[in-house]
């Protein structure tokens, strides 16, 4: 059964940094794309970041484009954000999302259950 | 990286067809065949009904189809069933290794 455990979230001040992780099992890590999807309260979702399978290939949305630094470790089996000089506006539950290809496609077909950011003063 | 246009809120009686359409450009939905739907019920994570723009994952019911014309691409729900009552979002693929998702539309079962 595939499973991917998020963690980390938290209530943050503004212009800090926080580090997201997923735990993936049930499935080989390595072969696929994952992403990290956001879901601000009450309103839609946005893709925010992608990686590839050796992550050597990463994109960003435009929003954190420069603050947020995505990244695997395949031997661990782990995704990670790294988010520094956290806004206001990156408050949302941060979804770790498996594509079904080796590259960012959109084919998210499984989601973790999210954790929320609070960023706050 | 312009989020993808859905009509707020769709509605129909148990039974019916309901389809939600989702609006790109000739830059992500018009250009690419890499479009999936989401049904999304409060307080839970996203599932996937179709990718691809017209496949559907193993244990999605048949119900549930998608297609593509030019940069519009939509999602038909056919019997509906009280339980097809959520939120749903389209995806498209933007190019780039980049992914662009609609706005959401809340599915209402009369």
């Known amino acids: 059964e595939v499973q991917l455990l998020d963690s980390g979230g938290g209530l943050v001040q503004p212009g800090e940094s926080l580090r997201l992780s997923c735990a993936a099992s049930g499935f080989t890590f390595s072969s696929y794309a994952m992403n990290w999807v956001r879901q601000a309260p009450g309103k839609g979702l946005e893709w925010v970041s992608g990686i590839n399978t050796s992550g050597g290939g990463t994109n960003y949305a435009d929003s954190v484009k420069g603050r947020f630094t995505i990244s695997r470790d395949n031997s661990k089996d782990t995704l990670y954000l790294h988010m520094n000089s956290l806004r206001a506006d990156d408050t949302a539950i941060y979804y770790c999302?498996?594509?079904?290809?080796?590259?960012?496609?959109?084919?998210?077909?499984?989601w973790g259950q999210g954790t929320l950011v609070t960023v706050s003063s | 990286q312009s989020a993808l246009t859905q009509s707020p809120s769709a509605s129909g009686s148990p039974g019916q067809s309901v389809t939600i359409s989702c609006t790109g450009t000739s830059n992500d939905v018009g250009r690419y065949n890499y479009v999936s739907w989401y049904q999304q019920h409060p307080g839970k994570a996203p599932k996937l009904m179709i990718y691809?723009?017209?496949q559907r994952p193993s244990g999605v019911p048949d119900r549930f189809s998608g297609s593509k014309s030019g940069n519009t691409a939509s999602l038909t729900v056919s019997g509906l069933q009280a339980e097809d009552e959520a939120n749903y979002y389209c995806s498209s693929y933007a190019g780039s290794n980049n992914v662009v998702f609609g706005g959401g539309t809340k599915l209402t079962v009369l």
């Open positions: 691809e723009v017209t």
């Open positions: 999302v498996k594509d079904q290809r080796t590259s960012s496609r959109g084919n998210f077909d499984y």
